[in-house]
């Protein structure tokens, strides 16, 4: 319930830290990316999909994007898939240099390589998950239009109305490791912890799902913070607590922070507190890596989109989705959809020498690596690009400051029988690239949404 | 409604004469509230008939496709029975043929024979004299409300005789009907400004044609809202300035060319090369407006292939035929292989009183 109450604290039952640090550790250290699982992978091109492509399973994955799983016998700090075992479940390494943090520790293997452990759990990808956003072996390219998985073999194309294709079990005694759902944390009811994009993280939200923001300090914000009120019969669950406020309300607290949720704020997945004050946060409980030369700006119409260290807009390539009468203009209009952005990848971005006077591949720095939603795109000739959620990203020549985004929607399409096709390209090299086989065929810019 | 459009035409004048900079001393921002293809259809310019309906079109392919009519019989009455509805549309879908092997016309028009549909011979159709031929231009109409002859809108006799997209400005086309209920919603609106010394006289007037930030602001009814403010979206690739007279309350203006993005997964851009627009003020205060120039075919063909199979079934009719009829029809800008790529073509407009403000600018909204 959220409900505006009395200003003024009188009460409080978790002190604040003098200086608090912000809530929420990273997601991912370094070698760890982060996949959606199923359907959330985009292979799939119904028009449910084109509007809206739900993420209920984040999967932590190596930099491959191969799922990770515990193994259910291991002990806490030890790998006992050893051998044969290891033969299918190869451990997860930790690159050079990487340091263990939080839930994030390594253990030390019999042959002397360090494999990374969540909780303690060891970690470990299967031998039979070929595509990112596998699980026991059951790719989500089964879910789209026929094609070869990244083992060769046929998949996908199930005709309308035919049977869903069966699925290999799951194997005995090991279990995903889930980024989210989020079951790690102790909540009371009046709470969940939902992926919040604009923030880059997992945050709490209220049981309408309204992003929720921690307080740093104990000066009460303004008007525009609407303090979460908690069940006067409540009792402090894990870490949270709550404050009797100056009317005698009870006020959520976690981590001795008092919660607020933002006026301004309209919808579910909003963000708009961010900046707002600078004693204010998100309430995390984990967040999204976000390389150092990557910024998040605010454009006139579009909300939050990734930027360059320079704040000028980045962009991905897009293809075709029938998404006839849905929303690609509104803000979030068109899905991630990763196994397009890494079908598309460079050599099917096509975009040519002309297409690179304006277009530029935004640099990952030397020693980057995959981590989180973030990989590297490297170019034939060497070059690094930085790619999120699976699409290599560029920008645009004619941004000229942070927040433009006159790229955006460049397009172009492509049928036969048309010499003057703007792309100059032949419907067979684009028609595989997450375009229906029944519709039409092309790619464009498209800001990066967070 | 805050201000009135003389109040607020006073305002502007005053920030105009304060920054010494007055381009036009009065301004009036409309938003467009329908947009179609400029049809005239009547009883005459189909004399041999319009073309078939997709029910019976898709039955045509199949026996072209070299079914027997007890084929086709057998697969139609297992399709209206229920006991099969996917056979039919799962052929007619691929029907294409290349390399000997089965492809979809929307993305491949040309693996399909030209099923030579029928254009329309009309003596109307709306637009301008592009060419500059005036009535010597070899296929020229006649525009219906002006009378100017040697009007240049081939796209008009190309989809002329397709059912769905038949109709008057009063009588919407099926097809445009059903598209607009799309763009409306999933397209930024379109802002028309209009300004001149004295837009009550006529003289030289100026005609802005831009993107908002916002959609259509519509009422409760779904109609388009009348009166409401807009911020322009400041992205220099959507604005379009025509320059032109405005003589006994008609207005026409040229721009060498038009370009507004659209959507990607719809219609990816309108464009407009030697582009022209004729607007004139209704006695509700709403405007009236023809938007004409050549078309690159493949940008409106586009905007029909791009939705496949249910775009043919529901709202196009047979697409290779649409195909064909652009390609021939197509009346300037040839490539290099000789065959042109782009087809006269006008569009109707209407748009209501709105208000607009640049985001970031200081000023009032006009």
């Not at chain 1, 981590?371 to 645009?396: C, E, M």
């Not at chain 2, 304060?18 to 921002?29: D, H, Q």
């Not at chain 2, 240049?152 to 059903?178: H, Q």
């Not at chain 2, 748009?351 to 000023?363: K, N, T, W």
Request: aromatic share 8%.
């Amino acid at each position: 319930m959220r409900m505006r109450l009395g200003l003024g604290l009188v009460l409080v039952l978790s002190a604040a830290p003098a200086v608090a640090a912000p809530l929420g550790e990273v997601a991912t250290p370094p070698g760890i990316t982060l996949e959606p699982l199923g359907v959330s992978q985009g292979y799939e091109l119904g028009k449910q999909t084109a509007t809206f492509l739900p993420r209920e399973q984040i999967a932590y994955a190596d930099t491959s994007g191969k799922t990770l799983y515990t193994l259910d016998a291991d002990p806490a700090g030890k790998s006992t898939c050893v051998d044969a075992c290891a033969a299918d479940w190869k451990p997860a390494p930790v690159p050079r240099g990487a340091k263990a943090f939080g839930r994030w520790t390594q253990i030390k293997r019999g042959d002397g390589t360090l494999q990374w452990a969540l909780a303690g759990k060891a970690l470990y990808t299967f031998a039979k998950d070929i595509d990112p956003g596998s699980v026991f072996g059951n790719s989500p390219a089964r879910f789209g239009p026929q094609r070869r998985n990244g083992a060769g073999e046929v998949v996908g194309g199930r005709a309308y109305g035919a049977p869903a294709p069966k699925d290999l079990p799951p194997v005995p005694g090991w279990t995903p490791a889930l980024a989210f759902p989020v079951t790690s944390a102790v909540l009371p009811t009046d709470f969940a912890v939902k992926e919040v994009a604009d923030a880059l993280a997992l945050v709490l939200v209220t049981h309408d799902a309204m992003t929720v923001y921690a307080l740093d300090g104990k000066k009460e914000p303004g008007k525009s913070w609407l303090p979460v009120g908690a069940p006067q019969l409540s009792s402090a669950v894990g870490d949270f607590a709550f404050n009797v406020r100056a009317d005698g309300i009870k006020q959520w607290t976690y981590k001795g922070r008092g919660l607020y949720t933002y006026a301004l704020d309209l919808a579910p997945g909003d963000a708009n507190g961010i900046g707002a004050d600078k004693v204010m946060d998100v309430a995390a409980m984990a967040r999204y890596f976000l390389p150092p030369n990557v910024t998040v700006q605010t454009t006139l119409a579009r909300g939050k989109v990734l930027a360059s260290d320079k704040g000028l807009t980045l962009y991905r390539r897009e293809a075709h989705i029938d998404q006839t009468g849905a929303g690609h203009n509104l803000r979030r209009g068109q899905p991630i959809r990763p196994a397009v952005g890494r079908e598309i990848g460079l050599k099917n971005a096509r975009c040519d020498d002309a297409c690179r006077k304006h277009w530029h591949p935004y640099a990952a720095p030397a020693g980057a690596g995959a981590q989180g939603q973030w990989s590297v795109a490297v170019h034939p000739d060497g070059f690094r690009q930085w790619a999120y959620q699976g699409y290599p990203l560029w920008t645009y020549d004619g941004d000229a400051k942070p927040g433009d985004m006159n790229g955006n929607d460049d397009s172009m399409y492509a049928f036969s029988g048309m010499a003057h096709a703007p792309s100059g390209v032949a419907p067979e090299a684009l028609v595989d690239i997450g375009t229906p086989q029944d519709g039409g065929i092309g790619l464009y810019w498209l800001i990066a949404s967070p | 409604m805050a201000l009135s459009h003389r109040c607020v035409r006073w305002i502007v004048a005053a920030v105009l004469l304060a920054a010494a900079t007055p381009a036009r001393a009065e301004s009036r921002t409309y938003v467009r509230s329908w947009f179609s293809q400029a049809m005239a259809s009547d009883d005459s310019d189909c004399p041999g008939g319009v073309n078939p309906p997709w029910a019976d079109q898709r039955l045509k392919i199949l026996a072209d496709l070299g079914y027997t009519p007890q084929q086709v019989e057998t697969m139609l009455s297992a399709e209206v029975s229920g006991r099969d509805r996917a056979t039919i549309n799962q052929i007619v879908r691929m029907r294409g043929r290349k390399d000997g092997q089965p492809v979809n016309p929307y993305s491949f028009p040309d693996s399909v024979t030209d099923p030579k549909l029928r254009a329309a011979s009309g003596r109307y159709a709306y637009g301008f004299n592009l060419d500059g031929k005036g009535a010597a231009s070899p296929n020229g109409f006649e525009d219906p409300e002006t009378h100017e002859k040697g009007v240049n809108n081939e796209l008009a006799r190309a989809l002329g005789c397709m059912r769905e997209f038949r109709g008057t400005l009063a009588t919407y086309p099926l097809y445009w009907d059903w598209t607009w209920g799309q763009l409306k919603g999933t397209e930024p609106a379109w802002l028309i400004t209009v300004s001149g010394d004295d837009l009550a006289r006529d003289g030289p007037v100026t005609v802005t044609i831009e993107r908002a930030l916002e959609h259509l602001r519509a009422n409760t009814d779904g109609s388009a809202r009348r009166d409401a403010t807009y911020r322009i979206d400041p992205d220099p690739r959507s604005r379009n300035v025509f320059e032109g007279v405005q003589k006994s309350g008609v207005i026409t203006a040229a721009a060498p060319a038009m370009r507004m993005l659209q959507d990607p997964l719809v219609a990816m851009e309108f464009r407009l090369s030697r582009a022209r627009v004729r607007l004139k003020t209704m006695d509700d205060g709403t405007l009236d407006i023809m938007v004409g120039g050549y078309q690159p075919w493949g940008d409106i063909y586009y905007s029909f292939a791009a939705g496949g199979a249910g775009n043919e079934s529901c709202s196009t009719g047979d697409m290779a035929g649409i195909y064909y009829l652009l390609r021939k029809l197509a009346d300037a800008e040839p490539d290099a292989t000789g065959r042109n790529a782009a087809i006269s073509a006008t569009y109707y407009m209407q748009a209501l009183p709105a208000f607009s403000v640049a985001p970031g600018r200081p000023g009032v909204a006009r």
